[in-house]
Every structure is written in C-alpha cells, then in structure tokens.
C-alpha cells in the first residue's frame, strides 16, 4: 500500500476511535480550522541524505538555541533525549529544573525562569517538561531561539494518561477499581475542576500550551482560535506524535541538523471534542501542510531511512535483537526508568554485558532516562561552570513536590 494511503488508513481509524471517546466524553464536535497564512564520533555516518537542498539554498550551520515545549505522553521524551545528545555534542548549556523542582520545571505552576538552576543558565537549550508562559522563555532563552512542541491524537493519549496518572490524579483515584471504562461511562462523577493535576484529565494540552482548559469550544469557539494563534506566533514546527519519524525529518531540516542527530531509542513506553481534539486537527493538518513543502515523496524517503538507521544503532548497541525490557529486568542502574505505580511497567533498554569504551558510553546516554540524564548533565553543568560549592537558591512559596510513587533504588519489586 502506498504511503500516502496508509496515513489516510491510520488518521480514520484514530478519527473513528477518538470520536467513541469524545461522545462518551460529552464533548462536541469541533471544526477543523484551516489558517491561511557533532554526529557520534565512534561510527561512520550512516547515510548521505537523500533530499538535496535547493541549489539556489546555501548550506546553514545547525541552529544550537531549541525550546523544546515537553508536552505529556506525547513521545516528549524521545525528543528530549535527542536534544539532550545533540546538547552535549556540540557543549551546549541545556535549561535544567532548580532542586525545589526536582526533573521538572515546577508544573503544573506556570513556567518561571526563577525555576532554572543557576548553573545552567544562560542555555541554548530547553526540554523538561513545564507549562508555557511565552514572556518568561523569552526572558530566559536568547534571541534568535527556535520553539517546538509535538501534539498526539486526544484519545491515545487520555488512555496513556489515564493509566501513567492513575494514583496521582484526583478524577482517575475516584474511579473504582482503576476502571478507564468506568470514568468514561460518567467522567462528571469523578472531575472536579481546580484540583491539583486535576489538568491530567481533562485538555492537557491546552494546559501545558498555557491555555485554559477548562474552556469548551463548543461554548467558545473564539478561545480555541485564539490560543492556535497564539501557538503560531510563537513555535515553529508543532510535531505529530503519530507521525514521529516525519516530524523528526521537518525538525532537522529546521535546524539544518544531520539525520544522524535525531536518531533515537523509544523512551517512557508503557507494556502492552474538547480544546485538545481542536489543537490536535488543526495542528496535524498544518503538519502534512509542511510535509507537502518539503515534498512529501522526499520526507518519505528521509523517515524510511530514518527507521533503518534507527534499527542499525540499536542493533549496534542493544544486540542483534534488542527488546525492551521491564525496569526490573534491566541491570544497568542508569538505564532503569522511573515507575509511576505497580500496575504501569515503563519499559526501557539494557546494555550487553562486558561493553566498554566510547561506543558503550554514546549507548548508555540513547537509552537514558529523562531523571538520570537530568542529573547527570546537571552535575556536569556545575563541574563546567565551576559552582560545585554554590548554595542553592531558596524559591519563595516552593510548590509542590512531583509527582512520585515509589522510592529512588531498585525499581518494579
């Protein structure tokens, strides 16, 4: 089947499956708006890229000032781990969260640059997770720095959702017996608005992009038109998680990457209408609208040999056949992803055993978890810039403590 066809194949089903759960949901139907307007020294390159630039183009040097908007459940920590690599590459400052905010910037408070450990500013980079205040990241990140978010379709998401934060939301503890089904058959029994990450159910990300998610499109059709303007103004790729690969093709022909800098490891993957479904329409149909600049046979192209090299590294790194592994399985206590409760197992990758060298360390950060890779790029922050005995700061009204369920140590016992 052609892979024009596939896509149409893919986004009907989700459609069909997604408009199941917003009937249940009790929201209405929304209409589309269509707005006019250092590569891994330890192997080879892996590939030429197959789509030329134009010849009346000259060559850019890569752009090194990314705000990455983390959204949640979204494949965010995928790109994350990928602008973390590119990060340390090429020895750029990545943003990271004070220790009153732990691996994030203090969400679900509105984002502050207050909440940036001193050592790692001023950076060129910004990836964990955080709510969008635009005028604060302009503080913060310097001219000239280019925004990216990624979206995925509402109802994958609300199930992936729905079972990461299953013992930290207030709507999902209500729910007897954990029942998806159940809080979907009466979602107003369980939600109560202006609960702590009472956002979690009800339009993430129309939070996380700072707007107000309590608004109904159908009551407002202005509201959800003006925050997709405000998204236009200020990101300029919003990725589609159901398309990962073309989007990471759009990403580095943005940047002037190489296809070797956004290769990756799929991270934070579980075992086995609202303001959300509006954002996510017009925002897929704005994608395949970049897609069609690029020349859609050309991204194709890029992404399939995107695949390829992606199941060559893993291969190299992981072993001839590399599986992901529950964390209780994984020796390598780097590696061990972070568990939200015992009834998720978040899966992630384990190194061959006797690797050493370059080529064992450039695997071991591929595969790295956003908390461990936060610490260590913190850490070696604080060696760079020489503040290893520098107070930490005290944040006036600290908020919250994250979200946490089990103890640091071993994990999935």
């Known amino acids: ?33 269509i707005h006019q307007g250092a590569q891994l020294s330890w192997y080879p390159k892996l590939f030429p890229l197959s789509c030329q630039p134009l010849r009346d183009s ?30 340390e590459r090429h020895n750029l400052t990545v943003a990271l969260p004070h220790p009153s905010c732990e691996h994030q910037f203090c969400y679900p408070r509105n984002f502050s640059a207050h909440f940036v450990h001193p050592a790692t500013r001023p950076p060129h980079v910004l990836a964990s997770h955080l709510r969008f205040d635009r005028a604060e990241l302009e503080r913060l990140m310097p001219p000239g720095t280019v925004y990216v978010t990624i979206l995925r379709e509402p109802a994958a998401m609300f199930e992936s959702l729905f079972s990461y934060y299953n013992q930290y939301c207030p709507a999902f503890r209500r729910v007897p017996n954990a029942s998806l089904e159940a809080f979907l ?9 202006g609960e702590h990450f009472a956002m979690f159910a009800h339009n993430t990300l129309a939070y996380d992009l700072g707007g107000d998610n309590e608004r109904s499109p159908r009551d407002d059709a202005a509201y959800l038109a003006g925050l997709i303007r405000q998204v236009e ?10 398309y990962f690969d073309e989007s990471l093709v759009l990403l580095r022909r943005l940047l002037a990457w190489d296809l070797d800098d956004v290769l990756y490891a799929k991270l934070n993957a579980r075992a086995a209408s609202s303001l959300d479904a509006g954002l996510y329409d017009h925002f897929n149909a704005t994608f395949w609208r970049r897609v ?16 390829e090299a992606r199941e060559r590294l893993l291969r190299r790194c992981f072993g001839e056949e590399p599986v992901l592994r529950p964390a209780a399985q994984i020796r390598t206590k ?18 061959p055993s006797g690797g050493a060298g370059p080529a064992t360390e450039a695997c071991l950060k591929l595969a790295m978890p956003e908390v461990q890779y936060s610490s260590y790029l913190l850490r070696k922050q604080k060696r760079r810039g020489g503040v290893r005995a520098r107070p930490e700061p005290v944040l006036d009204n600290p908020p919250p403590r994250p979200i946490r369920a089990l103890p640091r140590g071993p994990q999935g016992h």
């Not at 850019?60 to 781990?81: D, I």
């Not at 103004?233 to 159901?242: G, H």
């Open 1 to 33: 089947m052609p892979p024009i066809l596939q896509h149409v194949q893919q986004a009907t089903k989700m459609m069909s499956r997604r408009k199941i759960l917003l009937l249940v949901l009790g929201c209405s139907t929304v209409s589309l708006l």
């Open 58 to 87: 000259p060559p850019r040097p890569k752009h090194m000032t990314v705000a990455f908007l983390k959204t949640h459940k979204t494949a965010g920590t995928t790109v994350q781990n990928i602008l973390f690599r590119f990060a």
């Open 185 to 193: 058959r009466a979602p107003e029994a369980y939600y109560r608005a």
């Open 233 to 242: 103004e200020v990101f300029s790729l919003v990725m589609i998680a159901e």
């Open 292 to 307: 069609a600049s690029a020349g859609r046979a050309c991204v194709e192209r890029e992404a399939r040999e995107l695949r």
């Open 334 to 351: 780097q590696l061990q992803p972070w568990q939200p409760s015992r009834k998720v197992d978040i899966m992630g990758y384990d190194l």
